[in-house]
C-alpha cells in the first residue's frame, strides 16, 4: 500500500526557514520522482517542486532560488527546505507521486508565514 506521510511545517516569520519531510512506503521509492505541491487557502493546489529517481530538480518560478528539493533513497524520504520565506507562502504542503499509473498524495503539513 503506497503511502505518504509530511511532516516539519508549522509556524516561521517572514524571512525564515523549515524543512519539510515526506516519508515514503509501499513502493521502492527510488525508482521514482517525488513532487511537492501546496495549496493555499481558497486556491488550487500548484506544483513547488519535483525531483526525478536520477536527482534532477525543477521548481516554480515562485520559490526557484529560496527552496532546494532533495531525496535520501535510504530513507525513502523527500525534503523541502523553505528559505526567506514569504507570506505568500503560507499554504499546505502535500507530496505526491506517480506510482504503478496512479496518482498518490500525503495529508499535507501545513505552513503558515507571518509576522
Known amino acids: 500500500q503506497v503511502r505518504f506521510v509530511e511532516s516539519g511545517g508549522g509556524f516561521v516569520q517572514p524571512g525564515g526557514s523549515l524543512r519539510l519531510s515526506c516519508v515514503a512506503s509501499?513502493?521502492?521509492?527510488?525508482?521514482?520522482?517525488m513532487t511537492w505541491y501546496r495549496q493555499a487557502p481558497g486556491e488550487e493546489r500548484v506544483f513547488v517542486a519535483r525531483?526525478?529517481?536520477?536527482?534532477?530538480?525543477n521548481y516554480a518560478n515562485s520559490v526557484k532560488g529560496r527552496f532546494t528539493i532533495s531525496r535520501d533513497n535510504a530513507r525513502n524520504t523527500v525534503y523541502l527546505q523553505m528559505n526567506s520565506l514569504k507570506p505568500e507562502d503560507t499554504a499546505v504542503y502535500f507530496c505526491?507521486?506517480?506510482?504503478?499509473?496512479?496518482?498518490?498524495w500525503g495529508q499535507g503539513t501545513q505552513v503558515t508565514v507571518s509576522s
Open positions: 509501499g513502493f521502492t521509492f527510488s525508482n521514482y520522482p
Open positions: 505526491r507521486s506517480n506510482i504503478y499509473g496512479n496518482i498518490y
Open positions: 525531483v526525478t529517481s536520477s536527482d534532477s530538480t
